[in-house]
């Protein structure tokens, strides 16, 4: 590795740091910068979890009875050993939901990895903190996490809170490592050390430092912490679920022990009322709720991964949704964040940028502007004065590459401007340029009130024309003298003023009218001009006309006056950060849900308070994305548009699926339990339909339906067309338990209609017990089809891809065909030989169970009313 002394941390072009092959060959032999997480579970370890779940534990008591009734029934052993088999394969869905599931929360934290800024090559890279390599050159800025151990090797006013290892919350004052100085670290702690370590935050300055630890030999390793790894957490919707579950569990126990006394009563058989009672828990246990809670949660965070958003925090995939406002910052979200000068403005006149080339009296507004500028640009608007200097100044004596930058003052919150002291080679005085806010360089240069009135004046009016525009001023300070403390000691004059533009993003005007269209407002915060904020909202689509609230405004009113106001205004200009959190409690105060974006050390407050926030992927600050809900990758605002869909699609499907849950309990139950309550109907033995083996096939078709068909159903048409919906709106509304009741009932009507015309046509228990199984099957898979959509017909779901339903539907007629076609399954469970016309009576009544739902469907779309 080649480490230079630079005298300036944006001075990289010396600096080549490590070779991309040099620190591959670090991370093969060291490991990869991360602290070991908790241990994947083992898939026995997995396997055990399962057997403990209460449906794998019906079954193998189910089998249990089965080798007892064997001991009298010898045959029924096939029976026993069936239900141990279907121990396994349900053990074996399981794990596979399981890696599924694990693999896309493994994807997720690979995303929401640290970044670091790394130099390689000669190359500067932003790569994930993972990667980073002993030896690395990483270049730390305000609101980074520390990615690995390392050593200061140029820094500028740089503090760090160390807290996360010495408890102590004032940041420390770092410096640099002398050239000479070993390269060795020493404990955390304590001012003017050169010494930053892995998790600790960058509060204020930049820097430049070598790592020297990384993963495990870390400070932070060592005590054994653990970062950046996703943590399960206990959602509205999941409370809701647990609820239900435990509710709809202690009903199955209670109904089960009742089944088991009233058939032993009845039957005499007290094995065989045993097994009727574990029937009818298996039947009414909706073990499915969590499984497809856990699998959608998952599986959406990754869908909605696809989109360019990192879900951090899970319940945003519930709140996504019920978004009513976007509060989206301009830069970089809804613009490009690649700003070109536009016009230079000075005393002599304003020159537009194009092809024409610069005439003489602008070259010093440049040049300055350039100087002012750090000499390898990461800001785009440095890089914007760089391009135009290149452009205008190359063969010119106005661009000066020789030169050394002696000393940076760096912008502060009082004053909004910075200054760069140059000295030229031939060691003459200092020449000192300044860049900042009009009205920053204006105090600067100390204009008179006249002055100061014309500069805003142009100001106003090229901000009106959508420029962001930056005043440019120089001074010269003899070298004999030592540097002032602060910049404003300078006698600065007043050069000019620079326009810049940053164009929207092609796809933000769609973007906002998909916004518009699915009920949602869209609000854009800045910190430009109002002419600027009012250009740029038109181009995108927002309501230019509003009135525009500008920060100073803000704070002129309470926050009940800002509560009454914030209705009609959509773009907020000349805000700063801080000001973000009251316009998020101004919004929810009126009843709105949130979604704000921010990208600094200084919006965290209003990223935490908002209900979804959102932070930036690419230029955001680590601190950030820990207060954010969402990260856009992309940082684009029509990826958050692309989530809202996305969000909205999911949570469809995830109620969808609920409802079908539901549902097919209904039938299952009923037909365990009516023939026990009725053993005698018009002095008819009613038989046994359900046990246990019969169960656990049905369980065959329930699991993967309502984990991975509902799952990938595409989106309704209208999923952007309607307006959000509320956020305590419940998943499992009266409306839909009561549509999801009502269906599950014509199932089971029409499964005890064949039933008893079976019963009373004198055909044998065997025969009655196959006709109703099969009926009950047709009957599942019409559910599947009909909850696939709750505004489109079955015929016009078809047209919606969906494999796994295809997969599904295939899968259960065809185990349903092989068990009927077998002697020794239809043995096995209990069956007779059917016949052609008794499997057609059978398809139709499962179809005719339905059809009433697509009828109210048909009705409730007449109306324009939703279904639930």
């Known amino acids: 590795?080649?480490?230079?002394?630079?005298?300036?941390?944006?001075?990289?072009?010396?600096?080549?740091?490590?070779?991309?092959?040099?620190?591959?060959?670090?991370?093969?032999?060291?490991?990869?910068?991360?602290?070991?997480?908790?241990?994947?579970?083992?898939?026995?370890?997995?396997?055990?979890?399962?057997?403990?779940?209460?449906?794998?534990?019906?079954?193998?008591?189910?089998?249990?009875?089965?080798?007892?009734?064997?001991?009298?029934?010898?045959?029924?052993?096939?029976?026993?050993?069936?239900?141990?088999?279907?121990?396994?394969?349900?053990?074996?869905?399981?794990?596979?939901?399981?890696?599924?599931?694990?693999?896309?929360?493994?994807?997720?934290?690979?995303?929401?990895?640290?970044?670091?800024?790394?130099?390689?090559?000669?190359?500067?890279?932003?790569?994930?903190?993972?990667?980073?390599?002993?030896?690395?050159?990483?270049?730390?800025?305000?609101?980074?996490?520390?990615?690995?151990?390392?050593?200061?090797?140029?820094?500028?006013?740089?503090?760090?809170?160390?807290?996360?290892?010495?408890?102590?919350?004032?940041?420390?004052?770092?410096?640099?490592?002398?050239?000479?100085?070993?390269?060795?670290?020493?404990?955390?702690?304590?001012?003017?050390?050169?010494?930053?370590?892995?998790?600790?935050?960058?509060?204020?300055?930049?820097?430049?430092?070598?790592?020297?630890?990384?993963?495990?030999?870390?400070?932070?390793?060592?005590?054994?912490?653990?970062?950046?790894?996703?943590?399960?957490?206990?959602t509205l919707l999941q409370r809701d679920v647990d609820k239900l579950v435990r509710n709809l569990a202690i009903m199955g126990l209670s109904a089960a022990a009742i089944v088991i006394v009233v058939s032993g009563l009845t039957r005499g058989d007290w094995l065989e009322a045993t097994l009727a009672g574990i029937t009818l828990a298996m039947a009414m246990l909706p073990e499915e709720f969590p499984v497809v809670l856990t699998v959608f949660l998952a599986l959406g965070a990754w869908r909605v991964s696809k989109s360019q958003v990192l879900t951090r925090r899970m319940p945003a995939i519930e709140t996504l949704g019920a978004a009513t406002v976007l509060c989206s910052d301009k830069t970089g979200t809804i613009t490009q964040n690649r700003m070109t000068v536009k016009e230079l403005s000075t005393t002599a006149g304003s020159f537009h940028v194009n092809g024409e080339p610069l005439t003489e009296v602008f070259h010093e507004v440049v040049e300055y502007a350039v100087l002012a500028s750090p000499i390898s640009p990461f800001d785009p608007m440095d890089t914007a004065f760089k391009v135009l200097g290149d452009r205008f100044l190359a063969d010119t004596e106005h661009l000066h590459v020789d030169w050394t930058l002696v000393k940076e003052y760096p912008l502060s919150e009082k004053l909004l401007a910075l200054s760069h002291v140059w000295r030229s080679p031939d060691g003459g005085d200092y020449v000192i340029a300044a860049k900042g806010a009009p009205e920053a360089i204006a105090d600067l240069c100390h204009l008179t009130k006249a002055e100061t009135d014309a500069v805003v004046a142009e100001v106003s009016r090229m901000a009106d024309e959508g420029l962001r525009v930056l005043g440019v001023a120089r001074s010269e300070f003899k070298a004999s003298s030592d540097l002032p403390e602060v910049q404003h000691d300078f006698d600065f004059g007043f050069i000019g003023l620079v326009g810049l533009q940053d164009p929207i993003r092609e796809d933000v005007p769609e973007a906002v009218a998909q916004a518009r269209t699915a009920g949602m407002r869209v609000v854009m915060i800045t910190g430009d001009y109002p002419g600027t904020a009012r250009s740029i909202a038109r181009e995108a689509g927002l309501d230019a006309e509003t009135h525009i609230m500008t920060g100073p405004e803000l704070d002129g009113l309470d926050d009940a006056a800002l509560a009454a106001r914030i209705d009609d205004i959509d773009v907020f200009a000349r805000v700063v950060p801080e000001q973000k959190l009251r316009i998020v409690q101004a919004l929810k105060s009126r009843g709105e849900v949130v979604a704000m974006t921010g990208d600094g050390v200084i919006d965290a407050p209003a990223l935490k308070a908002a209900d979804i926030g959102i932070a930036m992927g690419q230029r955001g600050t680590d601190v950030a994305r820990e207060a954010s809900a969402l990260v856009l990758t992309d940082d684009a605002f029509s990826s958050i548009v692309s989530a809202v869909r996305v969000g909205r699609r999911i949570y469809d499907n995830l109620k969808k699926a609920m409802a079908y849950i539901l549902a097919v309990h209904v039938p299952i139950a009923g037909m365990s339990l009516i023939p026990v309550l009725v053993p005698k109907l018009f002095g008819v033995e009613m038989p046994l339909v359900l046990m246990p083996v019969h169960i656990a096939f049905l369980e065959l078709i329930i699991d993967p339906a309502c984990s991975v068909v509902f799952e990938g159903e595409a989106e309704e048409k209208d999923i952007m067309d309607r307006p959000p919906r509320g956020i305590d709106d419940p998943m499992f509304s009266r409306r839909m338990i009561g549509v999801s009741v009502v269906q599950g009932a014509f199932v089971l009507a029409a499964v005890l209609g064949v039933y008893l015309w079976a019963v009373f046509s004198g055909h044998v228990a065997d025969d009655v017990r196959t006709l109703a199984f099969a009926t009950l099957v047709f009957g599942n898979l019409a559910l599947i089809f009909v909850n696939r959509s709750w505004s489109h017909t079955i015929i016009g779901g078809l047209l919606a891809k969906n494999n796994a339903l295809w997969w599904v539907t295939g899968a259960t007629i065809g185990m349903l065909a092989l068990l009927l076609a077998f002697p020794a399954t239809r043995e096995l469970f209990q069956f007779a030989v059917i016949h052609p016309g008794d499997i057609v009576i059978c398809l139709v009544a499962g179809i005719a169970s339905v059809l009433w739902f697509e009828i109210y469907k048909l009705m409730r779309h007449k109306h324009h009313h939703p279904v639930a």
Do not use: H
Request: aromatic share 2%; net charge negative; proline share 5%.
């Open 1 to 234: 590795m080649s480490v230079e002394t630079v005298t300036n941390v944006n001075d990289l072009r010396t600096l080549t740091g490590l070779t991309e092959v040099e620190a591959a060959r670090r991370l093969a032999e060291e490991g990869p910068n991360e602290i070991a997480s908790a241990k994947r579970r083992s898939l026995l370890r997995v396997a055990w979890e399962v057997v403990k779940e209460p449906m794998l534990l019906l079954l193998v008591a189910a089998g249990t009875v089965n080798v007892l009734i064997s001991l009298q029934e010898p045959a029924r052993i096939k029976e026993a050993l069936l239900l141990f088999v279907f121990v396994f394969v349900v053990i074996g869905i399981t794990l596979y939901q399981e890696r599924k599931t694990e693999r896309a929360l493994e994807a997720l934290r690979d995303l929401s990895s640290p970044r670091a800024l790394v130099v390689r090559d000669g190359v500067q890279r932003r790569i994930p903190g993972r990667e980073v390599a002993r030896g690395d050159l990483i270049v730390l800025v305000e609101g980074d996490r520390v990615p690995a151990d390392a050593i200061m090797l140029e820094c500028s006013n740089i503090s760090v809170d160390e807290s996360l290892l010495t408890g102590e919350s004032v940041p420390v004052r770092k410096a640099n490592c002398s050239p000479d100085a070993p390269r060795e670290l020493g404990l955390p702690g304590g001012d003017g050390t050169a010494w930053v370590y892995s998790g600790t935050l960058i509060v204020k300055g930049q820097g430049l430092a070598e790592v020297l630890a990384t993963g495990p030999a870390t400070e932070l390793g060592k005590i054994g912490a653990a970062l950046q790894v996703l943590q399960p957490e206990r």
